[in-house]
Every structure is written in C-alpha cells, then in structure tokens.
C-alpha cells in the first residue's frame, strides 16, 4: 500500500465557503440586506469545494486505493482518525451555540415566552423533522448492512432513502423558516407583526443561527449522499472495503445526535 499524502485544495476551498456562510449570518444578525448575496456565495464556494475534492476522490473506486496509516496509529485508518477529530471540533460547535441559548434564555427570563410560544406552534414540523432525521439513521445503518454483506442494490436503495428522508428535512425547515417569516405574529408579541426572524430579536437570532447551522451540516451531508449513491452503484463498496459508508454514517448518526438535543430546547423547553 502506497503512503504517498494526497495533496488537495478541496477542504480550504469548503472552508472559505463556510467562512463566507457564517458571515452571511452575522449581517442578517445586524439587518444588513446583502446576507443573501454572501451566503449564496458561500455555499456557491463550499459546493465547488466538495465538487473539487469528489473529482479527485471518485476515479478511486476501491478503498484500498484511499486508506492511510499513521505511523504513530498503524491500528487506525487516518481517516478514522480524523473523522473522530473532525466531531469532536463539531462538538465545540454546537456545544456553544446550545450553552449560549441556554445562558441567554436564562437570562431573558419572561422576556424569552413570546418567542417560546411562538416556536411551539410550529411544533409539528419540529416532530416531523425529528422523525425524518431518526429514521435516516437506521438506513444508513441498513445500507451499510447491506454493504458488508455484498448486497450492491440495497446498499444503493437505502442510501436513496436516506438522501430523501434528509432532503424532506431540508424541505420542512425551509418551509418553517418562511412561514415564521412572513406571517403576522402580532396575537403573540407586537413585534413579530412582521414575522419572525433572525434580525427581529435576540430569539430569533438564536434560533436561526443554531437550526441553520445545523441544516447548513445535514444539506453537507446530502451533498456527500449524492456521492455515495453514485459510487455505490457503480459497485464501489463491497464485503471487503466499505469503510466510507462508515465513516459518513458516523458523521450523520452525530448530525442525528444533535438534533434530538436542538429539538427539545427550542420546541419543547
């Protein structure tokens, strides 16, 4: 096995992108009217970044092609390594943005319970957004099942599923997010009259930057979807090397993860 290092562009080209996102969200945060242009810009760069590296990636159709070792962990492939590393820096993340809703909740006091009240009447899509992301979870776990046993088809059908069950995630929250948006919220607090948004309150802001976050890491995940799909029917995981499906099933069980703790501290607490 050849221990020549890949030498890429691709993961500084997703990071400027997801630099540009998140300063995107910090003008709409201050009602600055150009967040769009910037955020369209950087998810325009972070999916021409992962189009980058899915070019060199995909002529390597067996994972033996691909997997590395360290000489301080010849036991662990490099990139179970890092994938591992890459969650635990995730962890920070959203254990921030959770930690400051938390403190900031606290803080508001009665201040926060038109905001509460009006995140509980959408409720349902909240429901419904838990379901989609926990079912995914078992057929990501079916596809690669599926992938050790040799089963090509079923690897590809369930890896399907779980792209449709993540993009009806997306679907929902967008859908939300433009309800709350351009509805009158006036019978709550007079000033969401003009809708709920991130540059409406405090609240809002909270809540858009930690659900887009998140939904900003599950449309990642689709766009990895796309690629596995594809590889998987060109029979690119089988009984021996399926250690991709691996690796992505653990980045999306912790988007999953996430999840059922965004869900309760907004919609239910």
């Known amino acids: 096995m ?129 379901f989609a992301l926990l079912l995914s979870s078992l057929t990501v776990v079916l596809a690669l099942y599926a992938a050790k046993r040799g089963d090509t088809k079923r690897t590809t059908r369930y890896l399907i599923c779980t792209l449709i069950l993540g993009t009806l995630f997306i679907v929902l929250k967008l859908y939300e997010w433009f309800e709350m948006m351009h509805h009158d ?8 009259e003009h809708g709920f948004w991130v540059d409406t309150s405090m609240e809002g802001s909270t809540f858009y930057l930690t659900t887009g976050t998140h939904g900003a890491h599950v449309f990642v995940g689709l766009i990895a979807l796309c690629y596995l799909i594809y590889k998987s029917n060109k029979g690119g995981y089988t009984e021996e090397y399926h250690d991709t499906l691996e690796y992505f099933g653990l980045y999306w069980h912790y988007v999953d993860i996430v999840w059922v703790f965004v869900f309760p501290f907004f919609y239910l607490y």
Request: net charge negative.
């Open 185 to 192: 919220f006036s019978h709550i607090d007079p000033k969401y």
């Open 2 to 130: 050849s221990e020549e290092h890949i030498h890429t562009s691709a993961p500084f080209v997703a990071s400027m992108g997801s630099m540009f996102i998140l300063i995107g969200l910090a003008l709409a945060t201050n009602g600055y009217p150009a967040f769009w242009f910037v955020c369209l810009a950087g998810i325009a760069i972070l999916i021409a970044g992962f189009i980058s590296w899915l070019s060199e990636y995909s002529p390597q159709y067996e994972e033996v092609d691909i997997e590395r070792y360290h000489s301080y962990w010849d036991t662990i492939p490099i990139r179970k390594f890092g994938t591992w590393l890459f969650l635990l820096s995730e962890m920070m993340v959203f254990g921030t943005l959770l930690s400051t809703y938390l403190r900031y909740r606290a803080a508001a006091g009665e201040d926060w319970a038109p905001a509460a009240e009006l995140i509980r009447e959408h409720l349902i899509f909240g429901v419904l957004n838990t």
